[in-house]
């Protein structure tokens, strides 16, 4: 158990680099600290000592003399702060460096990993265990680790001070420690050894709910579903405070144990003290075990406040360490290997082998044996309910993931044999869920290709009919996208991503439901932007507004994972198939109109 705590010290310690000596330093110090603490209590007691004594003996140059000891405890004391405030300035320099280093390294790993990740990961969550457990560390680091060590080195000298005056109270005062360390062992060890890491799960599930639940408040209140709502929210609210109420109860017993022998040292110590006292004669020896019990009363507080700092000491490192292991959770997440020798790709053109793909931790395939080309210059469109593989299909070309069976190819090349950089430059994107950056539009745009000039960038947008949008807001394209500037709608952000699609001039398109949250005016923009967007180039489209993919070279219908029918809108409606009952059905939908009535 030592070993994998010093194992867990060192990974976090790791992250220091060349700082790391400083966290040894301020350990140190801290330490050092510690022990000048405690001398001012044996300076006290020798100050008292010498009064008795004069007072005894009528001799007050005894009294005068006790002063020196006065003004070493204030050195002592003096000395023990100005040390633990260097202690805590190394440590606070380290820690803050090793928090940077963890979201350093924490974000240059995340670059790598496919997009596929981010997919099951939502930034929200990894925002949280990035930025908050490198948070805990960097506390930790500079504050409870000094404490820690200071607790750790205290027991030493306590040992030493407590059998220094009298071996019989000393054992009193041992006592109470003992029975502490077998209570406090109780609280820290066993199943409550893995209780932070169950305890930032649960706050976790219900921050995420509480995320939910606030976003959702405006489509909420306009379907008064305040109730129904909530349920979720309150449903993690339950399960976390069951957990928690269930830990609290669980370290009840032990924790009062703890509390109670560690402050019930008096229990032992009168007791025996009074039993001295009765075996002792002679004034001069009553009054030095007088003075052996005010020193111990004096110094029993002080093993109080050394336990309690352990405690609270040692519950700060179970939280560091649990946030050393979700962020190495992270760092341990694999990118996809890159080809030891990459090959070019011949042409734009698009080759599915026999691919079958299951996402990770799913049962069910996703994809099952799944053929089919897109050849280049040509315009594939995917079919079908949601759920039956489309935009798996199409997140595969770019490598989110890697088949598990069969190939994707690209100009005859396995996308595994590409580089990824020279994959992604042959490859833009449109997808249904639009994300733009709190930037200009113009920086918005010009993220496809950053080398890319003003007027190129001007070009892209006018092709992506963002004319008229850009014309009515106060700045144009300079105009800041986000807080403290203006939001678009669906439709508008979806032509600015096409805008950033022409300007990359891929030669491979995907369009992912491209056109799944604009109205029939932005539409009818987006579709003219298409035009410029694909013209000779190779389209794989992916659309339920059938209306958008007629005038495709091919149309591949999928259900459960399995292409069923191909061929053209004309090929497909003759069949009299799944496509063709599709079709009937969106030609009916558009077909509706809102409160008109038919007389007869």
Not at 118 to 124: E, H, I, L, P, V
Not at 166 to 171: A, Q
Not at 564 to 593: F, H, V
Request: glycine share 6%; proline share 3%.
């Amino acid at each position: 158990m030592d070993k994998k705590k010093n194992d867990e010290l060192s990974r976090m310690f790791r992250y220091a680099g060349k700082y790391h000596g400083l966290t040894i330093l301020g350990c140190v110090l801290s330490g050092i600290s510690t022990i000048l603490s405690m001398l001012p209590f044996v300076c006290i007691w020798f100050v008292i000592r010498d009064l008795v004594h004069a007072l005894g003996q009528g001799d007050m140059t005894l009294a005068v003399s006790s002063g020196r000891y006065a003004h070493l405890a204030v050195l002592f004391s003096a000395l023990s702060i100005l040390l633990y405030f260097f202690a805590l300035n190394c440590s606070h320099l380290a820690a803050f460096r090793t928090a940077t280093n963890m979201r350093k390294e924490a974000i240059h790993h995340i670059v790598t990993l496919p997009l596929g990740y981010f997919s099951q990961n939502a930034s929200g969550r990894l925002r949280k265990i990035i930025d908050d457990n490198a948070g805990l560390t960097e506390g930790f680091l500079a504050h409870q680790l000094p404490d820690l060590t200071g607790a750790v080195v205290m027991p030493a000298a306590v040992f030493v001070l407590i059998f220094l005056f009298d071996w019989r109270l000393g054992i009193c005062c041992l006592i109470p420690m003992a029975v502490s360390v077998f209570f406090l062992k109780q609280m820290m060890g066993g199943d409550n050894a893995r209780f932070m890491s169950r305890y930032m799960t649960a706050l976790e599930g219900m921050n995420k709910e509480a995320v939910e639940y606030i976003r959702g408040i405006p489509v909420v209140k306009v379907f008064q579903q305040t109730v129904y709502s909530f349920k979720n929210f309150h449903a993690a609210i339950e399960e976390y405070e069951k957990f928690a109420s269930g830990y609290a109860v669980m370290c009840r017993v032990p924790l009062t144990g703890f509390t109670v022998t560690l402050n019930g040292a008096f229990v032992l110590l009168i007791p025996a003290a009074m039993l001295i006292l009765a075996g002792v004669s002679g004034q001069e020896a009553y009054e030095d075990a007088v003075l052996d019990f005010l020193f111990y009363a004096l110094f029993t507080p002080v093993c109080a406040t050394m336990m309690n700092r352990i405690m609270f000491a040692s519950e700060q490192l179970m939280a560091a360490k649990s946030a050393v292991s979700r962020v190495e959770a992270i760092l341990q997440e694999q990118p996809l290997p890159e080809p030891v020798s990459p090959q070019i790709p011949k042409d734009a053109s698009i080759v599915f082998q026999n691919v079958s793909f299951t996402y990770p931790g799913a049962k069910e395939k996703a994809l099952e044996q799944v053929s089919f080309e897109v050849p280049a210059g040509k315009t594939v469109a995917l079919v079908g309910a949601s759920g039956s593989g489309k935009s798996t299909a199409a997140s595969l070309i770019p490598r989110f993931y890697d088949v598990q069976e069969g190939s994707v190819l690209v100009g005859g090349v396995d996308v595994r044999n590409i580089a990824k950089h020279d994959l992604m430059e042959r490859v833009a994107f449109v997808f249904q869920n639009t994300r733009l950056f709190k930037d200009t539009l113009l920086e918005n745009i010009r993220a496809a290709r950053p080398s890319a000039s003003r007027e190129e960038v001007l070009r892209a947008a006018e092709m992506a009919r963002c004319r008229e949008m850009t014309d009515r807001l106060p700045n144009g394209l300079d105009t800041v996208v986000g807080s403290g500037g203006t939001y678009l709608s669906g439709g508008e952000n979806q032509r600015i991503a096409l805008a950033r699609a022409i300007l990359k001039d891929a030669p491979i398109i995907v369009l992912d439901e491209a056109t799944a949250f604009a109205d029939a005016e932005n539409e009818h923009q987006i579709q003219l932007a298409f035009e410029k967007l694909t013209k000779g180039k190779t389209v794989l489209m992916i659309a339920h507004r059938l209306s958008t993919i007629q005038d495709a070279d091919l149309i591949l219908v999928f259900r459960d994972g399995k292409i069923i029918e191909r061929g053209t809108q004309d090929e497909l409606l003759a069949e009299k198939g799944t496509y063709a009952a599709m079709w009937k059905d969106y030609q009916t939908s558009i077909s509706w109109k809102v409160g008109e009535v038919k007389h007869d």
